[in-house]
């Protein structure tokens, strides 16, 4: 589904009631952890300090190239495709302290849902 951009995104997490600049806020969370080949079919972090939660996810997706051995799944990509989100993701890479601020507003809603 990678060519439907956000399509996919939102197809899950409009279901949840959640909006765009939601999706870009929680998609700050693969700064921490990384993927594992066994349970999602790709392997590696989204960053170059995963245990360490901060915006570099966002400064990562921005660059054109991107640095090698990071992830930069179709999803990580998408939020770069429209306008708005490449907007939220560049205020993001910029100012780590919105984006703090909106990704608690984003991860209560998703606690509050009982996703954690």
């Not at 399509?7 to 993927?35: C, K, Q, T, W």
């Not at 972090?45 to 992830?71: M, Q």
């Amino acid at each position: 589904d990678a060519d439907k951009k956000m399509n996919p995104l939102r197809e899950i997490f409009y279901r949840m009631g959640f909006n765009d600049h939601d999706i870009v806020a929680l998609s700050g969370a693969h700064a921490l952890g990384r993927a594992h080949k066994d349970r999602s079919g790709f392997e590696g972090p989204w960053t170059h300090e995963p245990l360490k939660f901060d915006n570099y996810y966002f400064i990562e997706i921005l660059k054109p190239d991107g640095d090698e051995g990071l992830l930069r799944l179709a999803s990580d990509m998408a939020l770069l495709d429209q306008e708005d989100t490449k907007a939220q993701c560049e205020l993001y890479a910029k100012d780590q302290a919105a984006f703090f601020k909106d990704y608690a507003v984003a991860h209560q809603k998703l606690s509050e849902l009982g996703a954690f």
